[in-house]
Nanobody, 125 residues
Framework: EVQLVESGGGLVQAGGSLRLSCAASGFDFEDYAIAWFRQVPGKEREGVSCIRNVDGGTYYTDVVKSRFTISSDTAKNTVNLQMNSLKPEDTAVYYC??????????????????WGKGTQVAVSS
């Protein structure tokens, strides 16, 4: 069974840091691209960052670039998202998603086959 399990969410003050993790199982990890999305109630789910596991290629949206860093640990089938300089507008439920392929700059939710259940991130001011 394919599973994606997020962890690492929590409450931090503006300017603080969190590291999210996505533990993957049930598929060939290196053949997939893994992305982080986030969603606020009442708004559409938006892409944050993506990594191509076969070669480590990465992509970030402009709003998080230079603050967030995505990385993968192929030995552990885990993708991490290091979030620094957090802002209140980063508050959201963060989801891990996976799709087979090499394209990492497409954040259409429709192209992702597998999703985790999410982890809450809250940033206070």
């Amino acid at each position: 069974e394919v599973q994606l399990v997020e962890s690492g969410g929590g409450l931090v003050q503006a300017g603080g840091s969190l590291r999210l993790s996505c533990a993957a199982s049930g598929f060939d990890f290196e053949d997939y691209a893994i992305a982080w999305f986030r969603q606020v109630p009442g708004k559409e789910r938006e892409g944050v960052s993506c990594i191509r596991n076969v070669d480590g290629g990465t992509y970030y949206t402009d709003v998080v670039k230079s603050r967030f860093t995505i990385s993968s640990d192929t030995a552990k089938n885990t993708v991490n998202l290091q979030m620094n300089s957090l802002k209140p507008e980063d508050t959201a439920v963060y989801y891990c998603a996976a799709r087979e392929g090499i394209i990492i700059n497409n954040f259409s939710t429709a192209i992702y086959d597998y999703w985790g259940k999410g982890t809450q991130v809250a940033v206070s001011s």
